[in-house]
């Protein structure tokens, strides 16, 4: 039995490989943990996957996946999440900053108090104001739309039950709202932890500042997606009705409108001579659009199944 998997994306972070492994064991041999480290190469190009394969043949607790090319640090995640084994997952970036040393604690939290998912907080930053400060307002927007009281939801360093990976999947950027997608999925019990930030010891950070554009709008793909995947019709359906409401009731009115000026000898304007009746026409055909669109979602999610479909191009020691 496995006690913890580490789930590490790797995206050319070769110097610090070596190191962030001896530590993690340091680690777990440390607390008598069963372990396995499972780094996610994210299509490096540089020598991150041949130090992979040095780590792995050193140490058969180190399990290695390649993609061919890059998709993305949820795409790792993911990856990761679908071949781990242990009671509790732990991810942690490549590049040293997250201190393995947090990971007794977290798994504590887990196992013994209870908590599905625990979210790294960190609270003393070693980033430039040009990051800590968009990531401020980032978090405290993604509070406000989630509910989850979390100062840090970008963190990579996080602790999970089992259950909780196995029963999420990730894609595009949808990595910084993992504890948002869990809460949906019917995991509740989330907290956080102060844990360590450290500053980068080799290269240099891989994200800009356009991820906090692509951030916001992936807090509006996956609310949408977690509040409608299972019941799309709810959505199109009422945007549907309100569409076809307001022409048919605006047809009406243009029809009332005109018997009851021929009834009194007014000289009154053809339906089809005036705006409204256009605007109407269009309301009843989105409308209809609408509908049509959520009744064949609901045929589309009723027929389909989650697919990991990435381009791996090798892998080290998973069994079977």
């Known amino acids: 039995m496995i006690q913890i998997s580490v789930?590490?994306?790797?995206?050319?972070?070769?110097?610090?490989?070596?190191?962030?492994?001896?530590w993690i064991v340091r680690v777990m041999e440390g607390h008598a943990f069963s372990y396995e480290i499972i780094l996610v190469d994210d299509g490096s190009n540089d020598g991150s996957w041949r130090q992979i394969e040095k780590l792995a043949d050193l140490n058969p607790y180190v399990k290695g996946v390649r993609f061919g090319r890059n998709y993305g640090k949820s795409a790792a995640l993911d990856m990761g999440f679908s071949k781990a084994e242990g009671d509790v997952v732990i991810t942690m970036d490549s590049d040293l900053q997250d201190s393995p040393d947090e990971i007794p604690e977290l798994y504590d939290m887990i196992v013994k108090e209870g908590w599905e998912v625990v979210s790294g907080w960190k609270k003393k930053r070693h980033d430039p104001i040009s990051k800590t400060l968009p990531s401020k307002f980032f978090n405290g927007?993604?509070?406000m739309i989630s509910g989850i009281k979390l100062h840090?939801?970008?963190?990579?360093?996080?602790?999970?039950?089992?259950?909780?990976v196995k029963n999420i999947h990730l894609y595009g950027e949808m990595h910084r709202y993992i504890p948002l997608i869990a809460k949906w999925s019917g995991f509740t019990r989330i907290t956080e932890k102060v844990v360590e930030h450290r500053p980068r010891k080799y290269g240099k950070t891989k994200f800009g500042l356009e991820r906090f554009l692509?951030?916001?709008?992936?807090?509006?793909?996956?609310?949408?997606?977690?509040?409608?995947?299972?019941?799309?019709m709810h959505f199109f359906g009422t945007l549907g009705t309100l569409s076809f409401l307001s022409g048919f009731v605006i047809?009406?009115?243009?029809?009332?409108?005109?018997?009851?000026?021929?009834?009194?000898?007014?000289?009154?304007?053809?339906?089809?001579?005036?705006?409204?009746?256009?605007?109407?026409?269009?309301?009843?055909?989105?409308?209809?659009?609408?509908?049509?669109?959520?009744?064949?979602?609901?045929?589309?999610?009723?027929?389909?199944?989650?697919?990991?479909?990435?381009?791996?191009?090798?892998?080290?020691?998973?069994?079977?």
Request: hydrophobic share 45%; aromatic share 14%.
């Open 7 to 22: 789930v590490i994306p790797v995206y050319n972070e070769e110097e610090s490989l070596a190191e962030l492994h001896n």
């Open 141 to 143: 927007i993604t509070r």
């Open 152 to 164: 840090d939801f970008n963190c990579g360093l996080k602790a999970y039950d089992k259950k909780v």
């Open 214 to 232: 692509y951030g916001f709008l992936d807090l509006i793909s996956v609310s949408f997606v977690n509040r409608y995947k299972k019941r799309p």
């Open 251 to 320: 047809t009406v009115w243009l029809i009332f409108e005109k018997i009851y000026g021929l009834s009194k000898g007014l000289k009154v304007r053809d339906i089809t001579a005036q705006p409204l009746f256009f605007l109407a026409l269009v309301a009843l055909i989105v409308g209809v659009q609408l509908f049509l669109t959520g009744f064949l979602a609901e045929m589309m999610i009723s027929n389909t199944s989650r697919k990991l479909d990435y381009n791996i191009d090798k892998e080290l020691n998973f069994r079977g």
